[in-house]
């Protein structure tokens, strides 16, 4: 089976050591090996290339060299990681011009990007070099008195040109995985729009809203849970979900777990070895259905 | 004799934002409106509209696009650029925009917060002690170390500057 470089970037080991646990444990068990680098840095998602859109691909285009180097593709978990790297690397693979350009900013510190590796999100991987043959095989703890409803955040998917992780209005690839555990996927209203995550700070009354609307319309079909991809959702829904309360005086008492949490407890890793200790929301709705 | 020419020419602010990284698609808006009918943002907050953002910037209301508050409200989810049928990428166009708006000194004081952590740390959201320790009790093994010399190398490189903060910003 093949190794990946796992790229971590800055919100998961901060905030998040529930996803990274999660995952680890998932690939072990399903046996891809993690390769741990030296040097990554920040990804340089939105809000940096909202201040220098140059720099933020240079630093892209610098952690995917050191990917390069030890040549293995990169895995990402959160999406904010995998959009800023998917894109640089598609971009300067596709643009020679802007190759060049790049590489010249690298050289300052003895890079050079060669686009020799792809960068995969956690998805990717599993149905790509692991498949829904294989995992299904692997499920002891099947989910199947779930109704989980997925959500997809948008740097999974767009811009779809550049990520190709799926098609960017009617995605499958989620929803294929969350039955492979033998959960049933529900389908909700506006699955595709954004959480509002990194409108926080900017305005906050609007970021809440958009979270709200999750939480209203996958509550309305009748989901036991929402599950993530990215860090920035699941703080959107999780912690959103005291701040929902705070301000529209609504209580939704909606789990929200990580992909990476579901197919680990469906592969058998026991709930206690997952840190779901560590949700606002607490997971035992969801532990109770699967007993 | 010759005559002095008195009239300075100025770049348009059109042709200076489609100079710009991200901002390249520019002038292909025809005003079909389907960015603001793709719009998460839009919906909820009638105060902001892509489709506007893109025609003053094409007409050049310089100061009017780079001083609201307008191109700060952009959630950079990707639906507009998704759907957009004139391939217009709205969402780098925005990125574009507020580069040039940092630069004349107008943003949130939040992104001087990110520049700040990033220059520093090399990561743009901080490692507690707590969270170390937590990392032990969960067997994860420890961070490796973040590459922030190179980092600021690239960023000197680029032009990075630390947005400042303004009092009258949020």
Redesign the interface.
Known sequence: MKSYVLFLGCTIPARQPNYELSARKTLEKLGVELVDLDNFTCCCPPPIQSINLESSQAVAAYNICLAEEAGLDIVALCNGCFESLAMANAALKKDKKLKAHINEILAEVGKEFKGTIEVKHFLQVLMEEIGLEKIKEKVVKPLSKLKVAPFYGCHSLRPSKLLQLDDPERPTIFENLIEALGAESVEYRDKLKCCGGLLKGISDDTALSLARDKLVKTTKAGADCISTLCPFCFVALDIGQLQVKAKFKEVYDMPIIHYSELIALALGVAPEELALRSHKIKADKVLEKLA | MMTQKTEKTTISFSDEVTS???GETLTACYQCGTCASSC??AR??SSFNPREIIKLSLLGAKEEVLSRDAI??C?????C??RCPQNV?I??LI??L??IA?EAGH??N??SD??SA?IAE???????KF?EK??EE????P??????D??N???S?????K?EKTEES?
């Open positions: 710009r990284h991200g998460p943002v909820l907050d700060w409200q959630c950079s989810c990707f639906n650029q998704e990428e969402a780098d990125y574009a507020r580069n940092l943003s949130p939040i992104y990110f520049a990033l090399g990561r743009i959201v901080q490692i507690s969270v937590k990392r969960y067997g994860l093994p961070l490796k170390p973040v590459g922030v190179d980092l190398k690239i960023l490189a680029t032009g990075f500057t947005p949020k």
